[in-house]
């Protein structure tokens, strides 16, 4: 399993494009992945035969572990740089055996996948007879044992991007002192702004945008992460926007949103968002953003104590806009009003220059026709 970057350790098999016995070339791709934060195609690195492969649909694989093994042709056109050289003067070729299942302190012994598969199926270990050599216990061993369970709940695994999602708001919540703070505003200047702007209806989170970028720019601390007890101030703004998939919330990032027009900035988030439905986005535009807006009325949510993604210190979240009585000149109307909310990092935005920027952002909203 190669290194693919961004830190990610392991992936899932989602499905092989090829079988044992079959020709391959270089560069042909064999498997499709899924890591933490998209799938992948891996391709071969040489030409030859498939005679094995190590790893399954549905199994998860570490990097460094084997994916398959490729016997070379006779015919490529590598030079061996030692086949010049006498029989006698070759060093012997090293073939490295795959790992021996692991005892540690008197546990049952098991490759580390089996024992993964046997967590996440919720099975006792303890109560396994392994069939493999030396009593290991074998993957199959793990799928034919009798899930027990005294509520008989049934445990489904998470998917990958569940897990991920799981990992990072669980690190956020532990380590970020949040602070949520609330208001509500009027929408009718933004609503009339949306549908007038264009051709067709802007994305709102590209008229968000538009109001949060200059106060970005005016208040650093929000475009900025707590990072080895200091403030680390990015140098450009690089908008998260939090995309509603069937995989799960998938954050896309708009890089130097800063330097785009607001039509630009429309067609780039509408461009990543239908990426990230059809799975084809890439690590690059799903990473590193810097501030993050959420449209959760898009799905008919009000008020939230939104998230802060880590790595950085806050996010805002804007809610459906709803008719409602509002007071107008002393006098009882009926006014388009919608819910903003911003959480924030407390160790670096302290209640007032949080207070400070959601109003000003507010205002921007309410006043941008």
Known sequence: MPDIGEGLTEAEILKWFVDVGAAVEVDQILVEVETAKTVVEIPSPFSGTITSIHAHAGETVEVGEILFIVDGDATDTIADPIDD?????????????????????????????????????GIDISTIVGSGAGGAITRADVESAPIESASQQDVEPLSRTRQTIADHMAKSWRTIPHVTIQAEMRAEEMMSRRAS????????????????????????????????????????IDLGFAV??????????????????????????????????????????????????SNIGA???GHGTPIIPFGTSSIVSIGRAKKQAVVENGELAIGLVAP???SYDHRLIDGALGQR?????????ETMG
């Open 244 to 293: 509603d998939t069937e995989a799960g919330l998938i954050v896309v990032v708009v890089k130097k949103a800063d330097e785009l027009s607001t039509l630009d900035l429309a067609a780039e988030f509408e461009r990543l968002a239908r990426s990230a439905q059809e799975r084809t986005i890439t690590l690059a535009e799903i990473t590193d953003q810097s501030f993050t807006i």
């Open 197 to 236: 702007e264009a051709e067709k209806p802007l994305p709102l989170e590209a008229l968000v945008a538009e109001a949060t970028i200059p106060l970005l720019q005016t208040y650093p601390e929000f475009n900025s992460a707590f990072v080895d007890g200091g403030m680390a101030v990015r140098r450009h």
């Open 340 to 342: 903003i909310d911003l």
């Open 299 to 301: 799905l008919g949510g």
């Open 85 to 121: 050289q006498p029989a006698e003067a070759k060093p012997a070729k090293t073939i490295v055996p795959s790992p021996e299942p692991i005892q540690v302190q008197g546990r049952p012994r098991m490759m580390p996948i089996v024992r993964r598969l046997a967590n996440e199926k």
């Open 357 to 365: 920027f959601l109003s000003e952002l507010t205002t921007q909203l």
